[in-house]
């Protein structure tokens, strides 16, 4: 069907070949009349820099330069922590830096380096049960099984009250955690924030208990034969059991079978190893400031990944929308005030190390870095953004970049920036900032074999990298 | 990663196993205070209904009933307007009402029946140009080419300008249209809008010159292998001259070729036909309203589809997401004071027939359509809400809907609704409303073979049912 536009002037005004200062006062002033963006009235800044956003929007959506540069990425492999593909990842993305011009180096850290093995479950007993070969895979940081695997009878649990109330009966068994994510909450985060200590504390949990390995339901909304991966965290004072992840269709085939009432047992392999500190680093690519060149614009996402897709989402996207950030910046204006520099952090993963490493590096010495601005939430549609700081300086940013955003489609700005990698740069004072995409896809891809460059669209990753330059560029050239 | 949530309150809220009214009457206060929701500071409505608003919403996220029907009908096939997939969506879509406990009923109307043939295009000349088969789907109403199809020189023409200007140099030839949409609108309606009227008006553009056919680039902004369709309206006063669409991969291998200056010439063979009028029907369900059972508050989509894909977006979610919005009214309040129906009307492709013949039907003299409600804009993320009525009608909703609807993804309430469907209601005082989804991928499907059920997620889809129960139950309570 063909239907008519419900955006207003500003979204059809792009396709005038360009667009009058004293039109868009006009219309800054027509729709801070009709109180769509009740805190606009007064912000120069927004008015200002109108044109500007319109013109790094109209880039980026014609030159989708984000998506070719997550096509190369992603087409790499995958990027495991402490991984050859991800030492391959920080030369790729420093050359495609440099390739745009950027200046560009390397931060060395050191990483954990962790490996999958050869894994595998079974449900052994009763015999003929059809769970020959249950799709799991191993937690990230997990103990192996022994070489030959082990064998227990299975427990399903509901809660950790349910564990608690099992008890001495867990004792040499498998521990089944079978908590679905809730489905209500619009925003899925929260339905994943309910699910996930299951994942991460659960093998601890079980282990008090006297269960010898777990199996953990994959976290995602969808029923599918993919498992999710994701770290699983061990109380230093507990025995560390080996722990997997298993495939929802999986999980309800295993809760059905459990349900029957015989006793099931499973045999689980995981052959995963910890390999030990390995040599890495973060990739840094600036356009530096012409007059406050100390005065730092962070953006950034974190270049590792699971290895069982190949990063797309999480972060790849975040790694190259902060790129083209920094290209579509340089487009515009190639000597802004204040540098603008991308930073792709290593290990968020396995422990986020890389943004740690990134606040303490003694290169921080002579730098300020006025805000950062992180991007880890997929590549989904634009819908908010997220900013701290103090009261006042949230109350000023709010006021431009409500107006300057709403055309890239994010329609809220709410308190609460950063991200497990630039969160450690708030004690310097730097405001921290967040992409937020919408929500309701990411868990069907997040740490799963699911999560490669076809689940991306280019338009919407394109966006998230407009919102992302908009903001760094008003912010490199109005300050805090 | 894992991040905190964004999300204000009401969604948090989600959680906890019931929401108090004094909770949200505390909320809508708060948020009417933050400013966040200025048109609300005064809706008693708004409040009186947040909880059913969340009500709806739960149960639908819950239960994704959207979806299996969608899969229901799309496995059903294609529903081109006369076709025997129609005639049996039409009974289908009937009985899943009927299994739900809506009272349903057919109103036959007449529609026209055109169907494709074989059809199939190839460079002829230049030889060994290697494009021996473009891929090509002729345009919906197009005439025939001879059946041994016809070959002529191409010509490549990038506006109705060029045409003009070319002129009599066209006569006999094979038109190419290779219009590109225009990827920097945000609202991608509007790259369609400007590229749609090459397919609907250039065969009789192009006759007027002289030319036999017309090829027309495909009206979609990725770079793929997919033809899409669409119809071709001919202008009486001239030859109806064949017309087909050409993938955008194809039109751009054609416009290298003709590039290169050598003559190119096409065999083209369309072998569709017009059978004739058929025999087909508009489907109802409603759930009687108690206190004005002939007061009705509408939702609907287009039952028909295009034939090369199975219709998921355009319309088969309209019609499930109207069923949806019915069920969860109905489960949430069995007895609404006023008449809630869903219509899927049939042959909006074709001539937006059915919606005419719904609106001029004898059974709705006894009828009074209060409002009526359109999706048809595929079932992505709900972004907006469209809107008509009186300039007082208007403002009143928005002061509850914009606050009911927030909570589902919807951020604006803006002037015009309706669509093709509902629009002839209009004239009796209707006041249309219309869905709308995020755009970036709608025109990726449309119309094309890529318009399949997996192009379609659960909880997008259901959101829009949501997002439609929300409206239709309030404007069935509380009136206009």
């Known amino acids: 069907m063909t239907a008519p536009s419900f955006f207003p002037r500003p979204h059809r005004r792009r396709l005038a070949p360009r667009i009058g200062t004293a039109a868009l006062l006009i219309l800054a002033a027509a729709l801070a009349a009709a109180g769509r963006y009740p805190h606009q009235t007064a912000s120069p800044i927004a008015i200002r820099y109108l044109e500007a956003a319109e013109a790094l929007r109209t880039s980026g959506l014609r030159t989708e330069l984000a998506y070719k540069l997550l096509a190369r ?30 200046e560009t180096w390397l931060e060395p850290i050191m990483v954990q ?4 093995g050869a894994e595998s479950a079974a449900v052994v007993r009763p015999a003929g049960a059809g769970l ?31 564990l608690q109330a099992r008890g001495a009966a867990l004792k040499g068994k498998i521990v089944f955690f079978n908590v679905p994510m809730d489905p209500r909450p619009m925003d899925t985060f929260q339905g994943y924030g309910t699910a996930v200590p299951y994942r991460s504390r659960g093998a601890s949990e079980a282990a008090r208990e006297g269960a010898i390995a777990v199996l953990v339901r994959s976290v995602t909304l969808r029923t599918d034969d993919s498992p999710h991966a994701g770290m699983v965290a061990y109380d230093p004072a507990l025995p560390r059991i080996p722990a997997a992840a298993v495939s929802t269709r999986d999980a309800d085939s295993l809760s059905a079978l459990l349900a029957q009432g015989t006793p099931v047992e499973v045999k689980l392999i995981l052959g995963c190893r910890e390999l030990g500190p390995t040599p890495s680093a973060n990739v840094v690519g600036q356009i530096r400031g012409v007059e406050k060149p100390d005065e730092i614009v962070l953006v950034g ?18 790694c190259v929308q902060a790129i083209e950030a920094l290209r579509l910046i340089r ?16 290990n968020e993963e396995f422990g986020a190390s890389g943004g740690r490493d990134y ?24 819908v908010g953004f997220g900013l701290g700081g103090t009261a006042e300086q949230f109350a000023r940013i709010r006021r431009w970049a409500e107006l300057l955003l709403a055309p890239s489609g994010i329609l ?38 699911l999560d490669v460059l076809t689940s991306v669209h280019p338009r919407e990753l394109e966006l998230g990298a407009i919102v992302m330059a908009i903001m760094a560029y008003v912010t490199a050239q109005e300050g805090i």
């Open 73 to 102: 990425l992603t087409a790499a492999g995958p990027r495991l922590t402490g991984s050859s593909g991800a030492a391959a990842a920080v030369e790729l993305t420093r050359a495609m830096m440099s390739e745009l011009g950027f």
């Open 113 to 116: 380096h962790w490996v999958r």
């Open 132 to 162: 020959s070969s249950l799709r799991i895979t191993a937690l990230g940081n997990s103990v192996p099984t022994p070489d030959a695997g082990l064998s227990a009878p299975v427990v399903e649990i509901r809660s950790f009250d349910d």
């Open 301 to 318: 996402g974190h270049l590792d990944s699971w290895d069982l897709g190949t990063g797309a989402h999480d972060d790849g996207a975040g």
């Open 331 to 346: 487009d515009l204006d190639p000597k802004p005030r204040r540098t603008v520099r991308a930073v792709m952090f290593m």
């Open 359 to 382: 606040a303490a590096d003694l290169r921080r010495a002579g730098e300020r870095h006025i805000a950062a601005l992180e991007s880890d939430r997929g590549a989904f549609l634009p």
């Open 412 to 449: 809220w700005v709410r308190p609460g920036g950063g991200g497990a990698d630039v969160g450690p740069l708030a004690a310097s004072g730097t405001v921290l900032m967040a992409f937020v995409p919408d929500s309701q896809k990411y868990f069907d891809v997040h740490h799963s074999g």
